[in-house]
């Protein structure tokens, strides 16, 4: 898992057993709240999945951590994830993020619904 304050489940774990505030302050804006949990982007090891780092720094933050979380789910239940032999089947779910289409891919929102 990734949650804020904590990059995994035990580290989560850890901190609400010692009472650890996890929110991160954040500075006023637009939509301000003053405190909020913050899931930082740890990135991509391109090299291990075997994406090439112009196509990962295009892909939604979303994506790429499904596929970590993947991952750590079949080695945390005890399975080689590289080992798997025949096809693995991935359940996704979705949701809208129009932020991240409008800011980080640039999509004019608006546009798309005019058309």
């Not at 090439?52 to 939604?60: F, I, L, S, T």
């Not at 933050?61 to 789910?73: G, K, N, P, V, W």
């Not at 590289?82 to 640039?106: D, K, N, Q, T």
Request: proline letters at 7%; one cysteine or more.
């Amino acid at each position: 898992g990734r949650f804020p304050g904590a990059a995994s489940v035990d580290a989560l774990w850890e901190a609400l057993r010692s009472s650890r505030d996890l929110l991160s302050s954040v500075p006023a804006g637009p939509g301000y709240v003053p405190r909020k949990g913050i899931v930082p982007d740890l990135g991509m090891d391109c090299a291990f999945w075997g994406v090439p780092k112009e196509v990962a720094m295009g892909m939604d933050t979303a994506q790429r951590t499904l596929l970590e979380l993947a991952y750590e789910a079949l080695a945390d239940a005890g399975l080689d994830p590289l080992a798997a032999s025949g096809r693995v089947g991935v359940v996704v779910s979705g949701g809208s993020l129009p932020h991240y289409a409008e800011e980080v891919m640039g999509v004019n929102l608006e546009e798309c619904r005019a058309e």
